[in-house]
């Protein structure tokens, strides 16, 4: 945990930014596979709740009364009998002296306080719920059905809890690069291991129990297949072959719980083909050009822009696109090869506050949502700040069905030469994804480097036995 003083500070900032009325945080419970004592091994507590109350066990929820400043943490002492399963723990009172708060209450009174202050007509702030348990527990506290569970929740405690864990705090930014390091060596184990003959899951397995070893956990399931084109390729079932390519894109987190996220594309046997490093190419020229404009006031629109631009220039180089490279992208033609946003915050979650609203998070009033193909799938469109962490992941991508679909309605043919598309459509994808700190003053790249300039990265392949 951090030290006490920062959550009694993110809590004191809070009830500066809301005002009035109840904040309720309900934190994550465990979660049964088959019956309800065998449970999912990697207990996960919600990001908002670690954020402001940092305990990470089920079982907890805490209010914050944000017209008296009152803080009440609800949980149950253990008894003998969970003594007796599961060791000692300590007691709910300690736990809550850890984080600051001096009031503690069994849960079973949570519902009373609510319903004191329901009568009283005052307004309960919650968070936009995401998990079953909590949609039960919001009808059973506050009677609100699940279907309008999300609907009711409070944009304005949304809007306020955004605004906070967006900026990253000195001890945050050390706790991602904790995170880094070990995605770091999950890829580089990755590079050095994968070969002919192997499977997906051999890597894949490989890394998880890398990450495990280390006492940490994924921050979202790994994606490692020879099929980079499907963007969020979750199967691993495929043998590895000579000549293709293997895009592993996975991530751990640290003690805290802060996220890591990396993508890294090389070639199955030992060197790239010519083709493949065409492509590979532009998408490395196209993360690096984005990663050098990243700084204060820039909008990571136009960033994406940018990339989208450095794209369709590579491609229309190599004769797969034509015409004007701004129109292409005016138009979105690019996106029939790089069909989604260039990247996206990264803290808590690995998609940072994902839950609470796409929108909130990555758009406000100066820039909204496209709903053009492609450009409108960018997770983060907004303004820069110091403080912010993201991800730069362009890629380059052949989707056999959708190159089929685009051809069949001629779509953008002014700027796609699909003939020379068609000897690319068993070509995958690539994609190369690192983490960015905006600083005062540009950017600093999260982690150490892993190799992604080709020459590197073949130097790692060759030494596969
Ligand atoms: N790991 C999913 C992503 O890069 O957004
Ligand atoms: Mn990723
Ligand atoms: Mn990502």
């Known amino acids: ?149 999300g609907k009711k929740a409070s944009v304005e405690l949304i809007k306020a809890v955004v605004e906070m864990r967006s900026v990253k705090q000195p001890e945050e930014i050390e706790e991602i690069e904790k995170a880094m390091e070990i995605t770091n060596e999950m890829h580089l184990l990755a590079m050095e291991t994968a070969k002919p003959g192997m499977y997906e899951r051999e890597i894949a397995g490989a890394m998880e129990g890398f990450v495990i070893q280390k006492g940490s956990y994924l921050s979202f399931p790994i994606i490692c297949t020879i099929h980079g084109e499907i963007l969020h390729n979750t199967s691993q079932e495929n043998e590895l072959k000579e000549g293709q390519l293997l895009l592993v894109d996975a991530g751990a987190e640290s003690p805290l719980h802060y996220a890591g996220d990396m993508t890294r594309t090389f070639p199955v046997g030992k060197k790239f083909s010519q083709k493949q490093k065409e492509i590979y190419s532009i998408v490395l020229k196209t993360q690096l050009t984005a990663i050098d404009a990243i700084k204060p006031g820039i909008m990571y629109k136009e960033i994406h822009l940018l990339a989208a631009k450095t794209i369709a220039q590579g491609l229309k180089e190599l004769g797969l696109m034509k015409g004007d ?47 053009q193909f492609g450009l409108a799938y960018l997770r983060l469109a907004k303004e820069l700040k110091p403080g912010y962490v993201l991800t730069v992941e362009p890629g380059i991508y052949f989707i056999p069905a959708l190159i089929d679909q685009w051809k069949a309605q001629k779509k953008h043919e002014a700027f796609i030469n699909y003939n020379k598309v068609e000897e690319y459509k068993n070509f995958g994808g690539i994609r190369i994804e690192d983490d960015v700190l905006v600083t005062e003053d540009g950017h600093r790249v999260l982690g150490k480097y892993v190799p992604k300039e080709i020459d590197d990265v073949e130097a790692v392949r060759s030494k596969q036995v």
């Open 1 to 149: 945990m951090f030290k006490t003083e920062i959550y009694v500070k993110r809590r004191e900032k809070l009830r500066e930014l809301v005002k009035t009325g109840v904040g309720l945080f309900l934190g994550n419970d465990t979660v049964p596979m088959n019956y309800p004592a065998n449970t999912y091994p990697h207990f996960r507590q919600d990001s908002s709740f670690l954020y402001y109350f940092g305990l990470d066990e089920p079982g907890l929820a805490a209010i914050i009364d944000f017209d008296e400043g009152k803080e009440i943490l609800f949980g149950t002492d253990v008894g003998i009998e969970e003594i007796i399963w599961m060791g000692y723990l300590p007691p709910l009172k300690e736990k809550a002296e850890k984080i600051g708060v001096k009031e503690i209450s069994p849960p079973n009174k949570l519902e009373e306080f609510l319903k004191n202050a329901l009568e009283k007509g005052r307004k309960i702030h919650y968070l936009p719920p995401y998990r079953g348990e909590h949609l039960v527990k919001l009808f059973n506290l506050l009677g609100i059905k699940p279907e309008e569970a």
């Open 325 to 371: 490279v701004e129109e292409a992208v005016a138009n979105g033609a690019h996106a029939l090869f790089f069909p989604h946003g260039l990247g996206h915050m990264m803290g808590l979650d690995v998609h940072d506050m994902e839950g609470l609203g796409e929108d909130y998070v990555g758009y406000n009033h100066t820039v909204k949502r496209s709903d």
